[in-house]
Antibody, heavy 118, light 107 residues
Framework: EIQLQESGPGLVKPSQSLSLTCSVT?????????WSWIRKFPGNKMEWMGY???????NYNPSLKIRISITRDTSKNQFFLQLNSVTTEDTATYYC???????????WGQGTLVTVSS | DIQMTQSPASLSASLGETVTIECLAS??????LAWYQQKPGKSPQLLIY???SLNDGVPSRFSGSGSGTQYSLKINSLQSEDVSIYFC?????????FGAGTKLELK
């Protein structure tokens, strides 16, 4: 069974970078699908942030394009989110998920709350 | 970006009742629509994909329909465990956008 799990700091200071890891078990991220980051803001708004494909290409939400980077370590079957120059408006629960055009986001991690505060 | 307008924002219904949640896309998304259920403190779970296909393990009281720009999620015979927030989401064009969510409560 495919499982995804996010990890990383729960508190980040304004203007700093947010860095999260998604560890995937039960499926090799280079075998197929696209591997996404999604966030849910207080008040329930959901935002797709971007993905890294099984071949290593990336696709980012234009609203974040200058601040976001998604990379991977295929030896550890992990992919990563870096979001630069964060503000309090980046406070959200961050999820990693597997995406494809037919199913959408079929598998999700449990989510990790990141608070941006000084 | 494709805008997803979901209604209602909240819904109160009785056990055994049938409820319907609507989602309107700002352009044709050719059935590339998914529905998710999110319970408090949990991650979203895929209920319906490609507008009307039931994901594995999802009870048959859930169903999806629609085409073009208009889609709906129907829950027959509402159960207590269906109390959740429901989201629609389009997979037709990047950025992949979500509806604002519908909070379903028991009356």
């Amino acid at each position: 069974e495919i499982q995804l799990q996010e990890s990383g700091p729960g508190l980040v200071k304004p203007s700093q970078s947010l860095s999260l890891t998604c560890s995937v078990t039960g499926y090799t991220i280079t075998s197929g699908y696209d591997w996404s980051w999604i966030r849910k803001f207080p008040g329930n708004k959901m935002e797709w942030m971007g993905y890294i494909s099984n071949s290593g290409s990336t696709n980012y939400n234009p609203s974040l394009k200058i601040r976001i980077s998604i990379t991977r370590d295929t030896s550890k079957n992990q992919f990563f989110l870096q979001l630069n120059s964060v503000t309090t408006e980046d406070t959200a629960t961050y999820y990693c998920a597997r995406w494809d055009v037919y199913y959408g986001f079929a598998y999700w991690g449990q989510g990790t709350l990141v608070t941006v505060s000084s | 970006d494709i805008q997803m307008t979901q209604s209602p924002a909240s819904l109160s219904a009785s056990l055994g009742e049938t409820v319907t949640i609507e989602c309107l896309a700002s352009e044709d998304i050719y059935s590339n629509l998914a529905w998710y259920q999110q319970k408090p403190g949990k991650s979203p779970q895929l209920l319906i994909y490609y507008a009307n296909s039931l994901n594995d393990g999802v009870p048959s009281r859930f169903s999806g329909s629609g085409s073009g720009t208009q889609y709906s999620l129907k829950i027959n015979s509402l159960q207590s465990e269906d109390v959740s927030i429901y989201f629609c989401q389009q997979n037709y064009d990047s950025p992949y956008t979500f509806g604002a969510g519908t909070k379903l409560e028991l009356k």
